[in-house]
């Protein structure tokens, strides 16, 4: 365990997008604009919590415009973010972006588009193991192609309220459950979770680390759903641009090898190939 703590709510500027590995119909956008290209490749910001026919949604929220954009509802996501060295002051790296936001539950944004989130409701967080892999997390040294396994070191996880949990790439999944907040009677809520290196700056594996989460609502009545948090860390191995590339690539692989296929995809798949049978 470590001796970190969080120390204040600074919101540190780090590279994470989000990218749909599943998308639901066309979606449904906030009051600023995301061209078509923003949507595809994901964008900045903080992940938006909201509730949509009984399914956790997640879409981003924009506080540099004040208002919300919602991605298209997905079932699974891929969050990119990076490791900042000496984090808060520590000897260790760490990095608590994205924060995790809501629109509330009844005021409309300006278009008339609302996103609710129910109103004193609390927000879990609890890891899961990987699929294909069976880790609680796993990591790429980012040489040759996108490959992961056994961690360096334990990863961190830790909400505003200091519970926490250690990651250590073994089969096992820890039963702690994170709650970054409760909304308030409006439905309304923002904070941020610490993702951390268990060792130094210097004995912190350079590369990507893997690591899958359940987000939940305290209400049994709405379906939960799983991100995919994939972050770098570049040490003195590799800069900021060449971590980035990494990222990418190691996005592509977890989305190709890693993220499981929606079910509505297996679905029309089946179909299909009945179709075929049929045929033949």
């Keep these: 365990m470590r001796s970190l703590s969080r120390t204040n709510q600074t919101h540190h500027v780090s590279f994470f997008r989000l990218l749909c590995a599943a998308c639901v119909g ?18 900045e910001g903080d992940l938006m919590f909201y509730v949509d026919n009984g399914q956790l949604t997640v879409g981003r929220y924009d506080f540099d415009g004040g208002t919300g954009v919602v991605v298209e509802p997905v079932t699974e996501e891929i969050v990119l973010g990076e490791f900042e060295p000496s984090w808060e002051g520590s000897p260790n790296p760490g990095v608590d972006e994205p924060g995790m936001v809501t629109d509330g539950s009844s005021p409309a944004d300006p278009d008339g588009t609302n996103f609710p989130f129910p109103a004193n409701t609390a927000l879990n967080i609890n890891a899961t193991l990987l699929p294909v892999l069976g880790t609680n997390a796993a990591y790429w040294d980012g040489t040759g192609s996108p490959m ?11 909400d505003p309220f200091l519970n926490e949990f250690d990651l250590d790439g073994s089969a096992t999944a820890p039963t702690t459950t994170l709650t970054p907040w409760q909304s308030d009677a409006n439905g309304e809520a923002h904070d941020h979770i610490e993702f951390l290196s268990s060792a130094t700056d210097a004995a912190t594996g350079a590369g990507i680390y893997l690591l899958a989460l359940d987000y939940s609502t305290s209400d049994s009545a709405v379906a939960g759903t799983t991100l995919y948090h994939l972050i770098g860390y570049g040490g003195t191995t590799y800069d900021d641009m060449v971590l980035e590339e990494l990222l990418e690539e190691a996005e592509e692989y977890v989305e190709s090898n890693i993220v499981p296929e929606p079910a509505s995809a297996a679905a029309l798949a089946v179909l299909g190939a009945l179709g075929l049978t049929r045929r033949r």
């Design 148 to 158: 992961f396994g056994a961690l360096p070191q334990d990863l961190i996880l830790e």
């Design 26 to 43: 066309t979606g449904a956008l906030g009051t600023a604009t995301q061209g078509t290209d923003a949507k595809a490749h994901g964008a």
